[in-house]
């Protein structure tokens, strides 16, 4: 436990362990849950825009209920999870590319020209 308790600290920039999060971390261990899926969740939590001890515990619930308790099937969860997100509508710039057209039916405005005078300057110029 002390080297997930070290991992914590340095993942979340904190000086000890709170009770609630020690409780936490030993409720996953007991479960079943290997430390390296601890540690992985803590690092996929790193990454949030809001880095925080609830946003891994939010990841480890989620493990127990998809049945992923070794570091093996959540590579392979985590893999999967991108997968599908990349395949999803709306996902990714290469899905359209803009045309001329685009600019001529009002799709896009062309915002530079906006306030221009009939020579191409800008008013408040």
Known sequence: ????????????DRQRV???VRRDMAAAIDGGM??????????AATQAAAPSWAYARAVIVRCFAEGVLTLEAYNAR???????YQSRAGRGYAERKVTE???STGFYV???ARGRDKDGKHGHD
């Not at 290997?34 to 690092?43: Q, R, S």
């Not at 985590?78 to 599908?84: F, K, L, V």
């Open 34 to 43: 290997e430390p390296a899926v601890l540690m992985a969740a803590m690092d």
């Open 18 to 20: 709170a009770p609630s």
């Open 101 to 103: 057209d685009d600019f």
């Open 1 to 12: 436990m002390d080297e997930l308790y070290a991992y914590y600290c340095d993942a979340f």
């Open 78 to 84: 985590t893999a999967a999870h991108r997968a599908s």
């Open 110 to 112: 062309d915002v530079m």
